[in-house]
Nanobody, 128 residues
Framework: QVQLVESGGGLVQAGGSLRLSCAASGRTFSSYVMGWFRQAPGKEREFVASISRSGGVDKYANVIKGRFTISRDNAKNTVLLKMNSLKVADTALYYC?????????????????????WGQGTQVTVSS
């Protein structure tokens, strides 16, 4: 089992940047695929980005592609989400999640049900 704690959220103006961090503890961090999801008020939780166990393969939601970058440091048990050119529509509670799913080509999963472990979330608010 793995425990996840997110940090780095906050209030930022449109066009600004934030870096979210997720610290993991428990079982071997490198045995999990990691993902970031977000949930805005009144909306379903949605996929943002995911990264394979080694960090060699990543996936992004189309709405954030080119603006956000996911990375991981297995030595530090950390996964990051660097967010640039933030928009008001990016306002949400951002969650870090861990998955034990194994897929061909090491393509990291993008569906919420494929992730068994979740953090408590960190709020990102983008003002106009």
């Amino acid at each position: 089992q793995v425990q996840l704690v997110e940090s780095g959220g906050g209030l930022v103006q449109a066009g600004g940047s934030l870096r979210l961090s997720c610290a993991a503890s428990g079982r071997t961090f490198s045995s999990y695929v990691m993902g970031w999801f977000r949930q805005a008020p009144g909306k379903e939780r949605e996929f943002v980005a995911s990264i394979s166990r080694s960090g060699g393969v990543d996936k992004y939601a189309n709405v954030i592609k080119g603006r956000f970058t996911i990375s991981r440091d297995n030595a530090k048990n950390t996964v990051l989400l660097k967010m640039n050119s933030l928009k008001v529509a990016d306002t949400a509670l951002y969650y870090c999640a861990a998955s034990e799913t194994r897929s061909s080509g090491n393509v990291p999963p993008i569906r919420t049900y494929e992730y068994a472990y979740w953090g408590q979330g960190t709020q990102v608010t983008v003002s106009s």
